[in-house]
């Protein structure tokens, strides 16, 4: 419907459960025997809406419906929407209790991530019903359980097992409702590790200096819109971009959260990602290499590692490795190929910083296979102690 170019002003969804409760609750009088019904508003001039109320009967149709109905007065279209702003409470005609998640997915992938709940749902052995805003892709999945019979933990973990599915799919940890206790714990997920961590301690430390945390993240999945060898990608910063590495799409982002932070006017920036394997053939596994415009910038955050024990190494940005950024078509490629390539993955980020006093931290200590002095095997969280050392210092001064 979306597709075809009609925009309702509401575009509700309900499944086969979820009609079931509201029927049991409030009687709205939807299909007997319908696999789901797709509720959609539209409003406008009257001839529009007759025009476009035609073409979503005929791709309804199409797709497969066996039944349409079209209020008549607003008493028939307050039942038809009685049934879904019910849906919730109606639950209770049908469990015990009920577990909501709120995911959002590209409208495109619902029917895929559809398939895949209900593939969850037989696999925990949990009754899920459907509910969500079709036109945004807003998913508001139901969990079914009885707590009584010690279905709880099996509840939560099929609904995280549904949120990671709507990630898999290219959507997001909430379509509207925002990240509160519940969410936070998947926070991880889409997002940086020593970032938030710092930002936590920052919350708890309350140094006098003005932080703003920017998280760009992203996955070199295969999809209908991934990243081609040879696009030619515009940056936030207006700047062109040749792609000749798709596997290096993560400093496309990176360098447009840098050039975000620019934009703020932001005194400096400071940037950490696992940027480079090459930083690991150069360091190994226990430093991690720290670039930069700023000299006095990259000597505090040195000094900011000594003092809580992270070890950080400055290398070289070579302004000469510049030449191997160049572009027939773009304003630079994504990577300069594999000699220098930790030193050219920082300049490419470099150039997209705009003067302001920059520093790359490129993590190559960020996992560990063995026990180090700092941490155990897997992950390290290295950078949160030099971000809050360097940050503590800064109040010194």
């Not at 805003?133 to 933990?153: F, K, R, S």
Request: net charge negative.
């Amino acid at each position: 419907i979306v597709a075809a170019g009609i925009l309702p002003s509401a575009i509700e969804m309900m499944d086969r459960l979820t009609i079931e409760a509201a029927e049991l609750a409030v009687s709205p009088g939807y299909p007997a025997g319908a696999g789901a019904a797709l509720l959609v508003e539209l409003d406008g001039v009257a001839e529009q809406v007759e025009e476009d109320a035609a073409e979503v009967e005929r791709i309804c149709r199409a797709c497969g419906a066996f039944e349409l109905r079209a209020a008549t007065d607003d008493g028939a279209r307050a039942l038809l929407w009685k049934g879904r702003k019910s849906a919730f409470a109606a639950m209770g005609r049908v469990a015990r209790a009920y577990y909501v998640q709120d995911g959002v997915v590209p409208r495109t992938k619902l029917p895929e991530v559809l398939r895949r709940i209900e593939e969850l749902s037989d696999a925990h052995g949990l009754r899920v019903g459907n509910v969500f805003h079709a036109g945004d892709g807003n998913l508001h999945p139901l969990v079914l359980y009885d707590p009584e019979a010690g279905e709880t933990e099996r509840a939560r973990k099929l609904a995280e097992a549904i949120l990671a599915a709507c990630l898999d799919a290219g959507g997001s940890l909430t379509g509207e409702h925002g990240v509160g206790v519940d969410k936070r714990g998947y926070m991880k997920l889409v997002h940086g590790s020593e970032e938030l961590a710092t930002m936590r301690a920052v919350g708890c430390v309350k140094p006098d200096v003005n932080v703003i945390a920017l998280i760009p993240a992203t996955e070199n999945a295969i999809g209908d819109n991934a990243i081609h060898p040879s696009d030619v990608f515009t940056s936030l910063s207006g700047k062109t971009v040749e792609v000749n590495n798709t596997d290096a799409e993560g400093r496309l982002i990176l360098a447009d959260a840098v050039a975000y932070a620019a934009n703020l006017g932001v005194d400096e920036i400071i940037d950490l990602a696992t940027l480079t394997g090459a930083c690991v053939v150069a360091l190994g596994r226990e430093m991690s290499g720290v670039f930069g415009n700023d000299q006095a910038l990259v000597d505090r955050l040195l000094s900011a590692s000594r003092t809580c024990g992270e070890q950080l190494w400055q290398l070289p940005l070579f302004a000469d490795y510049k030449e191997s950024l160049k572009s027939d078509v773009a304003d630079l490629k994504n990577t300069g190929g594999s000699e220098g390539a930790a030193i050219n993955g920082a300049l490419f980020i470099e150039s997209f910083a705009n003067g302001t006093p920059w520093a790359h931290l490129d993590l190559s200590s960020a996992v560990v296979e063995k026990d180090t002095h700092l941490a155990r095997k897997g992950a390290t969280g290295v950078g949160v102690g030099t971000l809050i050392e360097y940050l503590l210092e800064m109040q010194r001064r």
